[in-house]
């Protein structure tokens, strides 16, 4: 076996071509939702102080993230209807237009091809070429 056959990190198993599998690295789509909704919490956080329902929010959202992160499929369908969906209407509702804006970039990232890739393969398969 070469040198390239094997993840330095020892993170992934090599896959037949020699290639390591892109299980130990989730999409940059992925990466940056992460990066903007942490940006919200604490640009939430330094304006309004840490509240109770912020804090609570927080938690939930950094529990299916974790999800997400851990290729749970169903963390993802929840991430993309119940939280940011329904941020989309309860938002649109309110006439906070910017802010249901936002939110559709968000499940834009999170429903974009790399992410969605990510989250649905199945590991137990072999991958088509």
């Known amino acids: 076996m070469s040198a390239k056959a094997v993840d330095p990190n020892g993170r992934g198993q090599a896959e037949p071509g020699g290639a ?9 789509a992925f990466a940056v939702y992460l ?3 942490l940006a919200v919490v604490v640009f939430d956080a330094l304006d309004g102080g840490l509240t109770a329902s912020g804090l609570g929010g927080a938690a939930v959202w ?3 993230a974790l999800g997400v992160f851990w290729r749970l499929r169903s963390a993802w369908i929840v991430l993309i209807v119940v939280v940011h969906c329904g941020s989309v209407v309860f938002l649109s509702s309110r006439g ?3 802010q249901a804006a936002f ?3 968000l499940i834009g990232l ?3 091809r790399p992410t969605r890739n990510y989250v649905t393969r199945n590991e137990n398969r072999p991958q088509s070429r």
């Open 96 to 98: 906070d237009g910017w």
């Open 20 to 28: 390591p599998s892109s299980r130990s690295r989730p999409p940059l």
């Open 110 to 112: 999170l429903v974009s």
């Open 103 to 105: 939110n559709l970039v």
């Open 62 to 64: 950094a529990t299916l």
């Open 35 to 37: 990066l903007l909704v």
